[in-house]
Each structure stands twice: as C-alpha cells, then as structure tokens.
DNA sequence: CCGTGTTACTTAATCGGTTAAGTAAATAAA
DNA sequence: TTTATTTACTTAACCGATTAAGTAACACGG
C-alpha cells in the first residue's frame, strides 16, 4: 500500500495540490466548506505530511540536535529529559548524538550540521574539546547553538551554566569547615571550562582559608574507569588526602570504589563531595555529600531559548547567558552541618 | 552566505547536477578524473549534502527512531548506549522520543512514522500500553520495528528481551533461600508483558516452595513517586513482608526510601531485590543485590536486527526474537549465598 | 455599466538531490 | 568497413510539499 500523498487526496477531491496544501494548514485563501472536505478524506485515508518534501522546500526540519558526551549519567540524562520535554510541547523532534568524549566524533557531528539536517543545536562539549580549530564558532554563526553546562568559552554563543566557581568554593569550604586540610580536586579534564571554573572555586576556597595548593591538589582523570581507579589509588596511597571533590557524577562512584579497595573510611578518614545528580546519592554508603546541578532546568532553559531563536529571528540567541545556581546537598560523606 | 550546492559545484566544473551526484556516490559511470575534480572542489566548498533532498527521492532517511519510557534510568540510558552505537558504526541518525509513560504520547508519536520520518523503529512500551486498538501491528507491517525489554507479546514483530521469568524465579528463590516467607513483588504495570512475565516467574518459584500466593503478594503501583511510597509504605505497615523484589529501578530506590521512613532494617527486617542497573548499586547502604539486565546488549542486538532489516528486505525481521539473560547480583540487601 | 475588490481556486516553479533514459564519441568485434 | 559495445557524460523526470503568480467568477461602490 502506497504512501498516501498530497496529490492523492487532490484526485479524489478533484483539486489541486495547491489547494490541498492551502487547505491542510488552513490558509484563508480556502472555503471552509473545501477544508472541511479535505480534513475529512484526510483523516479517512490517514494522510500523514512527508516531512522531508516540507523540509526541503521549507528549509526547516522541525528538527533540533542534542549533542552530549555520554547518556548514562543523571546529569545528562536529566537534561535531556528537560529538553524533550520543550521539544515535545512545540512539537520539534530530537536528535541525539553521543561524543563519547571524543572531540573528532564531535566535529564529524557537528560537521554534519551544515547540511541543514537541524534548525538548531544543544550541545555540551567533550573533555577533548578546545576552541582552537573547531568547527563550532563557525557553526554558531549558521545556525542557532546554545551550549549547555559544559560550554566553549571562547565561543560567541548562547550558554546555560551552572555556578561552578560558586559551587566548587562552597563545596571546598565546607570540606575545610569540616576539618579538612589537605584536600584533592579530581579533574576530568585540563581544558574544559567548567573544570577551570571548579578548580578556581576550589583554589579561591583554600587560599580564603590559607591553605596551600600543591601539586598533588588536582588530580587529572581521564575517561577511561580503569585507568582513573589506577590514578585515584596510587594518589590516594602516596598523599594522605582527608578530603576530595569528585567534579564529575562517574568519578564520585569511583572514589567510593578506591575508598572500598584502600580499606579508606568515608567520612573518618577521608571526606568526599561529588557533583552529581545521582537519585540514589542519598542511600549510598555513606550517604553523598553532592554539588546537585540543575539539569532539568538546565536542559529546559536551553531548550527554550533555542526555540525563543528559532521563532524570531531577530532575538540575540548569542548574547544569552543563563547561570542557574547548584546546590550543595549535606550528606554523610562529610562532617561539617 | 549560501549553502553549497550540487548545482553550484556543476556550474563550477562545467557539468551536469548528474554527474556530480553520480561522481559523488563514486559511480563507475564517471571517470576517474572527473571525480577527482568534483571531490576537490566539494571538500574545497565545504560542500554537504542536503539530507531531506535525498531522503526525498530515496525514500529512506538513514534515521531511526527509539521510543521509550523515559531517559532517566539506568536501563534505558544504557540501551541507548548500546543502540547508538550501532547506529554510529552504520552512519545513521537517531530520534529520542521519551512517551513519560503515556500511553496516548506513544499513540501520536507512532502515528507520526507512518509519514516515512525514520526507516526503523526500536521500541519499548510505556506501562499502560495494550495490544488493543494499538497502531503497533499495523506499524510493524509498514517499517521494520524491533521491540526491546518491554514487548507487545500480541503483535507479530522483532523482539528482544531478558530472560524475565527465570530471572524472577531465582530472585525469588534467592530470597526464599535467605529465609524468606512473606515475600512481595512490586509491580509497575498490570497489563505489561515483562511485568506479566516477572510475576509468573515470581509465583512459580512460591509455587515451587509451597508458599502461598495472597493478595498482598504483588503491590501494584504507578509512574508517580509519591503515589508509590504511599502504596509501599502502608503495605509494609500491614503486612509484614520479610522480603521485597522491585521490579523497576525507581521502584527499588522507592524500596530502599521506604524503609528509610518506616526504619525497617534492610536485610535484618526485609530483605530487597532490585531489577536495575543501577552502577551504585554495589555502593547502596546496604549494598544492593540485583537482577542485572544486559542494557546495553539489548540495545545492541536491537538495532543489529533493526539494521540487519534495512539493509537486506528480504530478512524475515518479524520471525526474530532474542533473549539475553539477566544475572542476579547477591550483594548485602539479601542474606543468601 | 464599468472598474475595483474579493473569493476561491489553479498553474507552475521550486527546494536539492537521484536516476531512468538518451547521446555522442571512442573502442572493439564482425 | 560496418556494426556493436563501452565510456562518459547530459537531459529531464521525479520525490512531495510549498508558494508566488495567475485567473475566473462574483460582489459592490459609484
């Protein structure tokens, strides 16, 4: 059974295809009588648009792009979860591609983009991702980008963040009001700027407090578990940390693993915060003390401004800056109220 | 500045739109010159391809669609790892559709496929899903559509599942082999085969071993979380269960807050089972025991036959099921070895 | 009764590729 | 030498919807 088309129903009705076309998004140029008519066969026949022909001769998709480093994680699934839930409402559909934290997997995606498969793009870069060379100043210049959490700083383009400076200051001060004196910030990345952001929240925190910053203050991780347990355990091993911040929700969970594999009591021997939006961080063991990001919010308020860009084209979509605000959740893996 | 096209890179070479397109898909009907000359000239353009041109004529979009639940669960996130993997391997595109677990969601956005949108479909259904009067069959019959996890046992099409009824019976007996006799299986769904499937497995294993099957024995709860722990939290005042096996993600963390509130000793009181895939789970307070499911396979062996489907026609895609089996994980929640 | 609008359509071009069918020139076979 | 075949293209139709431009019929003000 064929596709029904525009040109069928136009036979039927004897009409043209113009007029059906007219008639299906109720132009005024069409009787009510002809549109009701044409409603009717329609619906009868189940006549659904092919979206590629309106595509192609509108030049817009109705389509937008989502584009993350990875999907299992609460962070990111939460604010796709936000995002659909725009897109759902204005009735755009949703493309996801996953990075895997890899910046060339980034740029073939992003490359792609011209073609004008999307009306616009959400994205959150990899920990790869430096703005030298990259596609996404130019891209931002051709279609509407938002970025969202993990941002290109050095790109004109619209962003929604978190506090991260704030946020990792309090998580660090907390961790020092809890007796802490030599604390570890692991790091995903060197480049990322939210990682930037935390660190410098986390060294303005301990120079607010006179405490030093040392080589083995920050530890570098990298996307590969295996590899990041190694690190953790060996620098766990050689540098008697009483506190770390996890900045990422994976590296959190890998803590609690070196921490179980090292014998190390959370909160007796060593205190830890994580940022992270995991829904079981309260029934951990201990519970975790998290830097809670507003994903939802974050992954709505993207999307809303991409589509605030996509209905009028004149709004400033690359001046748009949001920061939503983290908050710091106490649990038992630290000691401090 | 205009997007490049095939008839821009024509006008510059002296040629027709057709051997461009040709040259392009590297046919053996141009020389080998020539094509060097049109490459050259796209990669100098930066030329890509209007996808929804070609979608157009073709009649296929290299896109596929997945549709479920929702995104926040480390089953789902997981699946979609595992489908996007292929789908990046095989240079497809992919559509995210979340249905919240509306039933009339899931209706509109099937409804939506039939315009030709997505070449395949990889599904699984929302709770409140039934065979009946669903577009689902007639669906199957126009795109190649593979169910995963959560089938639709009445329609004839692809599936691919866990081994839901043995993984309950030896949930089940696990718990019955930690001394268990009052046992409670929590249920998201009435009319869901998986959810069917579990409770089979879980009333044949008290079968098994002459315990009784009551009316307390299965509590059925809802998609919102405060009607569930309202559910949860008066069954295990009026009953007392002494072991609990939650058959969704959310309901084993809803398990775990109950508990919490009502201070019932997770294993000393009641002993929990989870279906999830939770990556904390070994970090839970108490750690806890699970039915891990093969995510990220199943949505790899998904979208394998989806894909299997598209590229050979003649691949009887509907005749094709798999099941992938779950492993129960015994960690603290239970007192079994 | 004429000109101006308005209504309700139709015609045809268009979006940007793809592909069946055609063609001229070169080469091979008879 | 003539015919058949291959090579390397071009022409033009096509996918299905949208839309600018055109038109016939009718209404209305002057």
């Known amino acids: ?47 659904v648009p092919n979206p590629y022909a309106s595509s192609l001769r509108k030049k817009s998709s109705h389509t937008i792009a ?3 480093p990875e999907v299992a994680d609460s962070f990111f699934a939460e604010a796709i979860n936000g995002i659909e839930s725009v897109a759902q409402d204005k009735g755009y559909h949703v493309l996801i591609y996953l990075t895997h934290e890899s910046f060339m997997k980034e740029q073939a995606i992003l490359k792609d983009f011209q073609s004008g498969r999307v009306d616009g793009v959400l994205i959150s870069v990899t920990t790869e991702t430096t ?17 969202f959490d993990r941002v290109c700083e050095e790109v004109t383009a619209a962003r929604i963040t978190t506090d991260d400076t704030i946020a990792a200051y309090n998580a660090t001060s907390h961790l020092i009001a809890g007796g802490c004196r030599h604390i570890g910030l692991l790091s995903a990345s060197r480049q990322l700027s939210i990682s930037n952001r935390r660190a410098e929240g986390f060294q303005q925190a ?42 990422t929700e994976k590296l959190a969970t890998a803590v609690y693993q070196a921490c179980e594999a090292l014998s190390l009591n959370i909160p007796g021997d060593i205190q830890v915060i994580g940022f992270s939006n995991l829904s079981t961080a309260r029934f951990l063991h201990p519970s975790l003390t998290t830097v809670s990001q507003p994903a939802f919010d974050m992954g709505k308020a993207a999307a809303t401004l991409l589509f605030r ?5 004149s709004f400033p979509l690359n001046e748009q800056q949001q920061v939503i605000p983290s908050s710091l959740i106490v649990r038992n893996s630290t000691k401090a109220h």
Not at 9 to 27: D, M, V
Not at 131 to 147: D, N, R, T
Not at 212 to 234: E, F, G, K, M
Request: one cysteine or more.
């Open 1 to 47: 059974m064929e596709n029904v088309t525009i040109r069928m129903l136009a036979e039927r009705l004897q009409l043209s295809t113009a007029t059906i076309s007219k008639a299906l998004s109720n132009s005024h140029e069409i009787s009510e009588e002809t549109k009701q008519r044409v409603l009717a066969l329609a619906a009868e026949l189940n006549y």
């Open 66 to 68: 989502v584009v993350i």
């Open 131 to 147: 703005a030298a060379a990259h596609g996404l100043a130019q891209l931002a210049k051709e279609i509407p980008l938002v970025f």
């Open 206 to 247: 301990l120079a607010a407090h006179q405490l030093p910053l040392t080589a083995a203050s920050v530890l570098h991780c990298s996307n590969d578990p295996v590899a990041t347990q190694q690190v953790l355990q060996t620098a766990l091993q050689q540098h008697h940390y009483d506190g770390l911040i996890a900045t």
């Open 309 to 313: 860009a996509l209905k009028s084209s």
